[in-house]
């Protein structure tokens, strides 16, 4: 399994809601705030543990017209922010499944 | 309302009720010293309502093994509520009581589309101006500069959703005042963010600076996903309806005269 194909959830232990056309995650655990930006929200909105980077690098294409490879390399940079910041956990892989 | 209730065995018992923000609450207890501290404590509180929510303190000895749907501890002093009932245990004196009781109506809260927030809330024209900050910021000192019988509460003030408006409520929780708040509410005209400054000054937040103000003043004890959820919910609905700013200001009482009407 190559890092590109992972695929990514909303971490479950997390609130998120839409305000003020930002999007608000918040750590029960912790109280602490995460604020997404524009893009960031996007991407958050279409992660549903069904997509990889490649994946939601076609749709941050399409949304904001930009080159392929430039939406990819944008949406790696973002998923790897958002998984260090244990917004987004990566989908179990079931056993004996090759990605 | 604050009688001696017939008792199966042991001491007898007595209630007290109050009701904090429209939330009825039936403390029994049978220690007669921190029955006087509660009743004294939250006079201006008392009130019955129906279906209050039934606490009962220090009867260890009940329902040990029923599962809590929340459970909180404080310096030895234990919350457990579910459904069927709310307890609190290893309750000592009035402020382990206050304590527990701070901490159950937050929780309460959520279910009533409100929060308590760490505020200061007074009153002008009918409108109810909240001033949120952390300790220091000033919560105090703007109930200080504001006329007499116009402050709410000088430290927690309890916000709730309500017939189409936020309002705020005074609460019986103390703040340097030493007093308890005013038992009345009033619809909120605006939440405030407080800063300390050389010169009076008002800046409109955006409803998610605004949150961002709010979140480290919210007093909330569930780590439970689902009562947080809500709770984000009702902060961002708050956020959305009710003008936010942040208000610098000098410690005398010309900072009124920024606010808006």
Same mark, same amino acid.
């Given at each position: ?34 604020? +997404?930006? *524009? $893009?960031? =929200?996007? #991407? ?12 939601? &690098? ?13 939406? +990819?390399? *944008? $949406?790696? =940079?973002? #998923? ?12 179990? &892989? ?6 | ?261």
């Amino acid at each position: 399994m190559n890092a590109a194909s992972v695929l990514w959830q909303k971490n479950p232990a997390l609130a998120w809601r839409e305000i003020d056309e930002t999007t608000v995650i918040i750590s029960p655990s912790d109280s602490v705030m995460h604020e +997404l930006n *524009d $893009t960031g =929200s996007f #991407l958050w909105k279409n992660i549903d543990g069904y997509k990889c980077a490649a994946d939601l &690098a076609a749709l941050l294409a399409e949304k904001y017209e930009v080159a392929p490879d430039i939406a +990819l390399t *944008d $949406t790696q =940079s973002l #998923l790897e922010e958002m998984s260090s910041r244990k917004l987004l956990v990566p989908v179990p &892989a079931m056993v004996g499944e090759s990605r | 309302m604050n009688a001696p209730e017939a008792n199966s065995g042991g001491a007898p018992k007595q209630q007290f009720e109050l009701s904090i923000g429209c939330v009825p609450f039936r403390l029994q207890m049978a220690d007669v010293e921190l029955f006087r501290a509660a009743s004294s404590r939250y006079a201006a509180f008392a009130e019955a309502a129906a279906q209050p929510i039934h606490i009962t303190l220090n009867e260890f000895s009940k329902s040990e093994s029923r599962p809590a749907e929340f459970g909180y501890e404080f310096e030895g002093a234990e919350l457990r509520a579910s459904s069927q009932e709310t307890r609190f245990d290893g309750v000592r004196n009035e402020y382990a009581l206050d304590s527990l009781l701070r901490v159950l109506l937050s929780w309460k809260l959520v279910g009533r589309h409100g929060f308590l927030l760490h505020a200061a809330t007074v009153v002008r024209d009918g409108k109810a101006y909240v001033f949120t900050g952390r300790s220091g910021a000033g919560k105090s000192t703007v109930a200080s500069l504001s006329p007499e019988g116009t402050v709410l509460t000088d430290e927690i003030s309890l916000l709730r959703f309500e017939n189409g408006e936020w309002r705020a409520y005074g609460t019986p929780f103390w703040g340097e005042f030493r007093a308890a708040g005013s038992n009345t509410s009033a619809p909120v005209r605006g939440l405030f963010r407080i800063v300390q400054a050389a010169e009076n000054r008002l800046t409109t937040l955006r409803p998610v600076v605004m949150l961002r103000a709010l979140l480290p003043n919210v007093l909330f004890f569930s780590p439970e996903f689902e009562a947080n959820r809500r709770l984000l919910d009702i902060l961002g609905h708050a956020v959305d309806s009710i003008p936010g700013y942040e208000l610098a200001f000098r410690k005398n009482a010309a900072f009124w005269e920024v606010l808006p009407e």
